[in-house]
């Protein structure tokens, strides 16, 4: 079976603004697509409607076939759409091991640490944060909460997984363990959109971007379309953003993956 | 060895406690008793409102609320609700095999009105007998009121933020105190509500008899809720409830994006530890013989606040221990002395001290003292043991990340 | 009260009807993709005033919802609550006698007054701090206390301003010491949960005010006398539009105040006055606004924050201490005094929007008015006094559950 992940015409007001104008798209498979925008494009805002944190004004979001959108956040984890916050999120007064205990046993993969904790270990090996698996959450250096939140996610095991913003702030040798760990969700056939303002990255990783800007979507396609669009450039350059210095325009043509 | 000491200072204590009753020998036995009995009540209530607070993070001024609607349900099972074994004709009853559940009617703190089953007392034939409910079942009841507004509260504060949810809080246990003082045809106001105590008829425990008014069968009673409370929330924090309670208290958001359902849990840790509190309100009340609505002004709120920070929030062992401690501490207080040819009021300068105890533990103590003494013994048996690895293996560090 | 069972026929056809009316407003503005904002409001509104007469054409014309249609159902819904109190009661002193109202209303503007400035204490501190204050009634309590043993026992016979200023700056200098011993660690992030931490050590500090005036000045109730006595006086001779005597004022033989609390309400504008004054003229003020509007900001153009911190929770408690001074001559005064105002300042800050200043005070007025109607109209007067901290519950409940962010207060 495929996986799917179908959003149509999602709206969003808050009090009188259009956060979102009826957006559209359809994901599958082991797909990797960037979600790029300037800020305030409502990138975010669209992160937490498909997640459920959010209720969409209308529009339809069905993953895998099923319908999600009225679902609460919990209930949409468990039907397979995992995420990660723009501000780390771990659990600052739990062990790291106890903050990947906990999606493992709210899925109910799992009745005590026991039964997880082999898991566990693989997850924190391979992301090589398993010398401090019995550190507080807090004792953490910002890039390795990054790789906690990554490793949640892997014992969460959904088959979307949104990553907001994964590389801000990462140290480059934790960003090596990121790709890895890309690599890792994406050959095993799972679908996932990555937020970010690093281009050279989006570039890389991405087979295909969409782009907001106004609660639009402006452009979808594979990046070197994309980046040419006039649309897109517009959006970017007509709001000041340095394109040289987020790569758009330098990069090369046949960059991306 | 340093890790060990907690368990086996925990595993002698119990002993200590069980024991304590049949061997202490030095004076004032009743005394000394109804400190025990108090002490485990306030240890009840400081755990249970540890595991809403320290675990769940819902720091709800209501737990009293929680008690004192326990104890009132009790109060009014016990004054209105009678088992006879005749009808009475001129109350409202329902008949049960063979005996009648009789309603008597609610006359207030009036001296003159004579209610129904006094009316029926008079005509009745020799030898007809009356009993209240059930104790057990009188419990089960004030622990299901107790839930129940549990429900409802946890239902009506899931959204709300700390500040919120306080005030809220707040507001309901004042509402219920209004509402006790006001109501006196059934409450029966200031006065209090009197209640029977826990062994009407005394009871015999190995062939030996207690009165009704021994203390040593009330100490075993309130000892052994203590210990089931205390066995109850031991095994809440460390099983998955107890995980996802601290991964709600930490950030809300994250739990419910990795599938924790923080609506359940929230409504599940109030009303389990509203259920507990309200138990420790049925039987209190029944051993106090008189339940108040003084039992709900803040102050006993904030006593309880004050045994469960001074003894460590997140630690529902610690609460306990600090609630014993403290509650002992307040009573030794008691005693006024003369300073400077002025009598000091110690019932009150004892509470100042309290307030400032708490305020300096918050502030410099965060782990508060018992469970912060434990963390600090944890450390240095962590630490101890690292020394004896690092010297038992020649190469160091690198090798453990494997 | 002679027709309940009509009176809470009509209570229970309002909540049914409210109730419908939000969920089928709601999904009326859903499905017809519009703005569904204030939809449901609007909806238990429409509901609860008119029940299916308004709420039919509701959902067939869904219009957009004006302001007018935000506000006028309101009116409605409290109409039609007046309409049937009035008709199934109508022998109620609140119904029959037109003096006893405009008495009670007049009181409860003047007690809304002094309501609003306590709470105005509490809203400072939560937009400057971002904490709620769990101490505010202990400030409160101990205004009054300072001013009564001023008065009474250490200086009398002085002017009782006096002793007003002095209960000011005694709770300036215990709330600013406060703040900056207790409260700095919420600041740099020391404590892992701020909120939390703030609840309970001002509650602990609540706690240790209360019984160390307990322990300073007894349990017993003391009460200040009045701050001035009025001269025996009616114009014109008959009387028929001022008299006054030395408790109470009457005007137009229809308005009974008592003069206590007016002076209470006249000292609490002028010191409204002057914090108006102090927060929009002074550089200081200027300073603790562009706190609270923006914190970083604020920090740039060099003001400190440490010091902008310590300036409001004084102010904030100042406001406290000020409302209690000027109260005490009105009211009997204990050590626990200070538990009822403060619950009620913490519902009209969250009736008026968390930290909204201007909210604050209006939700005074309307607090004020409240209870006045409470106490005056509940068939049972001693019940009706017993009930007074329920009626700010019954207020809070609603607006938590219609509109969280309060009648004042900014998106969140």
Known sequence: MTITL?????????????????????????????????????????????????????????????????????????AGLGRTFQVTRAFRRMSVLENLYVPAMAMGRARSPRDCHDQAMEILEFLTI????????????????????????????????????????????????????IQRVNGQGKAIILISHQMESIFTLCSRLLVLNYGDLIADGVPSVVKNDPAVIEAYLGHDEDMSGTGMVSLKEDSHA | ????????????????????????????????????????????????????AGYGGQFSFGHMAFMALGAYSAGLLDNYVVLSSHATGTCTEIGLFGSWLVLVDPTGVSTSAVNCLQQARGVWPEGVTTSRLPLLLSILIGA?????????????????????????????????????????????????????????????????????????????????????????????????????????REDEDAAEALGVDTVKYKRTVFVVTAMIAATAGVVQGHYVGIITPNTLILLQMALVIAM??????????????????????LEFLRNDFIIFGERVDMSTWRLVFFGLLLMLTLRFLRNGVIHGGLLWLERRAVGAETVAKRRATPKSGTEEAK | MEHSLFFWSVMGWMVVWGAIGGTVTRHA?????????????????????????????????????T????????????????????????????????????????????????????????????????????????FYMIGGMVVYYVTAVLLPGWNPLLAVLMACALTFCVGALFERAFLTPIYDGRVERPIEYSILVTFGLAFFLQYLVQGLGG???????????????????????????????????????????????????????????????????????????????????????????MLAFGLGCMLAGLAGAVLVQAFSWLPQTGTIPALRSFVIIVLGGLGSLPGAFVGGILMGMIEAAGAGCIPDPTRAASYLPAYGMVVLTLVLLLKPTGLFGRKA
């Not at chain 2, 500040?163 to 006196?184: D, K, M, P, Q």
């Open chain 1, 130 to 181: 398993d010398h401090l698996r019995n550190e507080y959450g807090r004792a953490l250096s910002g890039g390795q909460q990054k790789l906690l939140e990554l490793g949640r996610l892997l014992v969460l095991n959904p088959d979307v997984y949104i990553l907001d913003e994964p590389f801000a702030g990462v140290h480059p040798t934790l960003m090596a363990t990121i790709y890895k760990w």
């Open chain 2, 1 to 52: 060895m340093i890790r060990s000491l907690p368990n086996a200072l925990g595993a002698l204590g119990v002993a200590f406690l069980l024991g304590f009753p049949l061997l202490y020998a030095g004076g004032n036995y009743d005394y000394v008793m109804h400190l025990w009995i108090t002490a485990f009540f306030y240890a009840i209530l400081a755990s249970s409102w540890a595991l809403l």
């Open chain 1, 6 to 78: 179908e959003a149509n015409d999602i709206r969003k007001k808050f009090g009188g603004l259009q956060v979102l104008k009826g957006l559209s798209f359809r994901i599958e498979g082991p797909e990797l697509v960037g979600l790029i925008g300037p800020n305030g494009a409502g990138k975010t805002t669209l992160t937490n409607v498909l997640d459920g944190a959010i209720k969409p004004d209308s529009g339809i979001v069905r993953l895998n076939g099923q319908r999600i959108d009225p679902l609460a956040p919990y209930e949409v984890a468990r």
């Open chain 3, 67 to 138: 302001r007018l249609w935000k506000v006028a159902p309101w009116f409605g819904v409290l109409g039609l609550f007046v309409l049937a109190f009035a008709l199934s009661d109508p022998g109620n002193v609140c119904v029959s006698s037109g003096s006893f109202l405009t008495s009670q209303i007049a009181n409860g503007l003047i007690m809304g007054t002094i309501y609003g400035l306590m709470a105005l204490g509490l809203a400072l501190i939560f937009s400057i701090i971002g904490i709620v204050s769990f101490s505010h009634g202990e």
């Open chain 2, 308 to 329: 469960a920070v001074i003894g460590g929030l997140e630690n529902v062992v610690a609460a306990a221990v600090g609630a014993i401690i403290i509650s002992f501490g």
């Open chain 3, 29 to 65: 503005y859903f499905m017809r993709d519009l703005d569904v904002t204030d939809a449901r409001r609007v909806g238990v509104a429409v509901g609860a005033a008119t029940g299916p007469f308004g709420l039919i054409p509701l959902y067939f014309k869904t219009p957009k919802l």
């Open chain 2, 144 to 248: 299901g009121v107790g839930g129940g507004f549990g429900w409802l509260i946890g239902t009506l504060v899931l959204r709300l933020r700390a500040a919120y949810l306080a005030l809220f809080t707040v507001g309901f246990s004042e509402i219920l105190r209004a509402a006790i003082s006001a109501e006196v045809w059934l409450t029966r106001g200031q006065a209090g509500l009197p209640m029977s105590p826990i062994f009407p008829e005394g009871v015999t425990i190995f062939g030996t008899f207690y009165a009704s008014n021994a203390k040593l069968p009330v100490y075993y009673v309130m000892l052994g809720l203590f210990l089931l409370t205390l066995v109850i929330l031991i095994s809440l924090a460390r099983s998955r409830i107890g995980l996802f309670l601290r991964a709600l």
């Open chain 3, 219 to 309: 349990a017993n109730p003391v009460k200040a006398d009045a701050f001035i006595e009025l001269p025996r006086w009616r114009w014109p001779a008959d009387g028929s539009v001022i008299v006054t005597s030395r408790a109470n004022i009457t005007l137009f033989d229809t308005i009974f105040v008592s003069t206590p609390r007016l002076m209470a309400a006249v000292v609490s504008i002028l010191a409204l006055a002057a914090l108006i004054w102090f927060l929009f003229r002074t550089w200081w003020g200027k300073a603790l606004r562009a706190v609270a509007q923006d914190r970083q900001a604020a920090a740039v153009t060099g003001i400190d924050p440490r010091i902008m911190n």
